[in-house]
């Protein structure tokens, strides 16, 4: 691990050891996927507390995530997680211009936000909803102002559920094997030779552990991501074809 998953991977045992002595729910900021598998790695630490975890970022298929140290079961009470969604719009559709996910990062950067404090942005053309913990939500209603030439204004919200409907689209592919490089490289129309740079760099992450091993087998109910492609969930598994393919009927969400 480098300096940076060292200083989270101390932090998260820190944050079990507050919760299980205090007998408080305590919260991580939002993680990647990457800091997540730091998060596992962290759980079989011995100094890591007996104590129950979950994550979420705002709605079930989001990336970055909270973890929530504590439960139900820990404390006989359950609170929610200090998350609020931010919708974004401009103040003037009529002469806006639509921007990027990055435009939107960028733009949030810009007013010198950690990029520890907030989650998943979607853009739903000219609006955009970011999911942020509250005190960042809190800044964002009175400071964010602008998304490149475009004046905004922001607003307490939630994602729509036609966004998260139309973000989603299922198809059926087919593969020799259900092996992640095949799958990866059938669902982004990549050679399986060029998905190997993915795995040695550790940009994909099945169920949320970062996976280095390009023959690892999928199987239905698993959520895959590849960092600069997407994510992906794989529904399940159907017969062959006629060439003696395996059909796989896939979940792709859209950025």
Do not use: W
Request: hydrophobic share 35%.
């Amino acid at each position: 691990m480098n300096d940076d998953d060292q200083l989270l991977y101390k932090r998260l045992i820190e944050l079990s050891n507050r919760a299980y002595q205090n007998n408080i729910y305590t919260f991580s900021d939002f993680l990647s996927l990457s800091q997540q598998d730091v998060l596992y790695q962290a759980a079989r630490d011995k100094s890591f507390a007996p104590i129950k975890y979950d994550l979420f970022g705002g709605y079930e298929n989001c990336e970055r995530k909270m973890v929530r140290f504590g439960s139900e079961a820990d404390f006989g009470y359950e609170i929610d997680y200090p998350i609020k969604c931010i919708k974004v719009e401009p103040l003037a559709k009529k002469f806006a211009k639509e921007y990027t996910h990055r435009d939107y990062l960028g733009s949030l950067m810009s007013l010198g936000m950690d990029r520890k404090k907030f989650g998943d942005i979607f853009v739903d053309g000219m609006d955009a909803y970011i999911y942020a913990d509250e005190s960042t939500a809190d800044y964002l209603l009175e400071n964010f102002v602008s998304v490149g030439r475009n004046s905004v204004k922001c607003s307490i919200s939630e994602l729509p559920e036609s966004y998260k409907k139309s973000a989603l689209k299922e198809t059926t592919i087919q593969v020799a094997s259900p092996r992640a490089d095949a799958v990866i490289s059938k669902v982004y129309n990549l050679s399986r030779k060029d998905t190997i740079p993915y795995f040695t760099e550790k940009k994909v992450s099945v169920n949320g552990h970062i996976v280095e091993n390009n023959d690892k087998i999928l199987s239905a109910g698993d959520s895959v991501s590849v960092r600069g492609f997407g994510k992906f969930n794989l529904v399940e598994e159907g017969g062959l074809s006629r060439k003696g393919k395996l059909n796989l009927v896939v979940e792709i969400f859209g950025r």
